[in-house]
């Protein structure tokens, strides 16, 4: 009787010893399972916008909404978007490169975005009751259109997952710009440290000088470009995109070269006429030594497509 009990009892012992040999080759079989099985990469992520909203966007956003301007900007990191604001992009240098993209008006619309099932929304405008509205059809991001070049395509490449397109972009940009200007100068076209102006009326008659907004981006900020006076400096110094002025203050904002940024706005284009036919204006030095450039609004825009663009635009303009 004895014999059996220790015989049940050894029996006992190695059937428990058993079921943890197993138990433990079960735990280290699934353990090894997870460890083959990359962890899944996250699909989205929380970014914060440069009004300091915190928003929750697709780490690859694949139908985006862009309203606002630079959309050549998304053109040469290769975006796809589902819709825009054609207001940035017709008559603009690159509208044919536009394809498959649907008008969401201006100002936007959204009933019309929110027919496009967007996975991300970005936008220009700091108004937080078209906010509210966007952001309750998609995650929605305010981007400053403003921003220089470099940053603004760095913000974008973040946003939309093309850092390295971006970065490259900049840098090819950065190179081709600074032989153009070299080789103006070289030419004699251009005077190192020459200042220039960019002015335009919009809407009817109100006068603009501008600043951190298109073409005149594209003359300060490329090494070895046109610079911007004392008065048009502090205007950038404000970060500022432009400032209305008065006829009578033109020779404090005018540079050794102007650019006038011819308007579609009839009534603008009157002003702009009779601007030129002013006494003030035949006596500023750009216009008596003839240094006076007119380009169409749309197509003197900042963004890198246009940039690409103006890259040969700009030395045609200033050899004629």
Wanted: aromatic share 8%; with cysteine.
């Amino acid at each position: 009787m004895k014999k059996l009990n220790r015989y049940m009892l050894i029996c006992s012992v190695l059937l428990i010893f058993g079921l943890l040999l197993t138990a433990c080759s079960s735990k280290n079989e699934a353990t090894g399972k997870k460890e083959e099985n990359p962890v899944e990469e996250a699909k989205v992520r929380v970014y914060k916008d440069t009004v300091g909203h915190e928003v929750e966007i697709p780490v690859s956003p694949e139908r985006v909404v862009y309203h606002g301007e630079g959309y050549g900007d998304l053109l040469t990191l290769d975006v796809n978007t589902v819709g825009a604001g054609f207001a940035w992009i017709t008559n603009y240098a690159w509208e044919d490169r536009v394809q498959n993209v649907e008008d969401v008006g201006f100002p936007i619309n959204v009933e019309k975005t929110l027919a496009l099932t967007p996975d991300l929304i970005i936008i220009a405008t700091t108004d937080e009751k078209i906010y509210t509205q966007l952001s309750k059809i998609a995650p929605t991001i305010v981007l400053d259109t403003f921003a220089p070049l470099e940053k603004r395509l760095s913000e974008l490449g973040d946003i939309l997952g093309k850092k390295q397109e971006a970065t490259a972009w900049v840098n090819n940009y950065n190179e081709k710009a600074e032989k153009m200007w070299k080789s103006l100068i070289d030419e004699g076209t251009i005077k190192p440290n020459e200042t220039a102006s960019v002015l335009t009326y919009y809407p009817g008659d109100r006068l603009f000088v501008m600043a951190r907004a298109g073409l005149s981006q594209v003359l300060y900020e490329s090494e070895g470009g046109f610079k911007p006076g004392e008065n048009i400096q502090q205007i950038l110094d404000e970060e500022k995109g432009f400032v209305e002025i008065s006829t009578e203050l033109l020779p404090e904002y005018a540079g050794d070269q102007i650019f006038i940024l011819t308007p579609t706005d009839d009534e603008a284009k009157q002003s702009t006429n009779d601007m030129m036919e002013s006494n003030i204006w035949k006596n500023l030095p750009a216009v008596k030594n003839g240094h006076v450039y007119t380009i169409d609004i749309q197509k003197s825009d900042s963004d890198a497509s246009t940039r690409e663009w103006l890259l040969e635009e700009i030395p045609t303009m200033l050899k004629k």
